[in-house]
Every structure is written in C-alpha cells, then in structure tokens.
C-alpha cells in the first residue's frame, strides 16, 4: 500500500525556520510529481512548491526566495526547507505525489505549521 506521511510540523518564532518531510512507503518516488500544498483557516487551499520526477521546481510567488523544496529518491522523501518564515504562512501543510505511469494520486495527512511569536 502506497502512503505519504508528512512530519516536521511545528510551532515557530516569525523569523525561523522549519524543515518539512514527506517520506513515502510502498513507493519508489522517482516516478512521482510531488508538491506541497497548504490551506490556513478561512482560505483555499494553495500549491506552495513542487518538483517534478525530473526535478525541475515551481513556487509560489510569495514562498520564493523563503522556501525550497528538493528530493530524495533513494530516501524516497521529499522536503520542504522554509526560512524567514512569515504569521502568513501558517497553515497546514500537505504533501502530493502523483504516478507519471498511472496519473493516481496521494496526499498525505497533513502537518500544522504554526508561525507566532
């Protein structure tokens, strides 16, 4: 069975950082676009990051220059480094793989990130 499980969630200072996981079981990641979503209250949901199987990244334009996202395939665990993080950005963060055989898609449980001073 296919899952995606996030970790590295957290309650942070505006300023900080914080280093999400996405690690996966039952998959070999290669094969999968990946991405970070995020949903703060009251809001729609929001794709903040992704990386292709190929590796190639998109932002969104209020994460760039703050936020990296990178895999590891051999670790079949996808990341998120986020810096200068800003009240703005909490929310919950979920990962996103989907196959580039099969188009089937998984999102992970979900972690709270909680910027605050």
Known sequence: QVQFVESGGGLVQPGGSLRLSCAA?????N????????????????????ISSGGSTNYVDSVKGRFTISRDN????????????????TAVYYCTAKSILTNRE????GTQVTVSS
């Open 74 to 89: 051999a670790k079949t665990t996808m990341y998120l480094q986020m810096n200068s993080l800003k009240p703005e950005d």
């Open 31 to 50: 094969i999968y676009n990946m991405g970070w979503y995020r949903r703060a209250p009251g809001k729609q949901r929001e794709l903040v990051a992704s």
């Open 25 to 29: 079981s039952g998959a070999i990641i």
């Open 106 to 109: 998984y999102w992970g449980q």
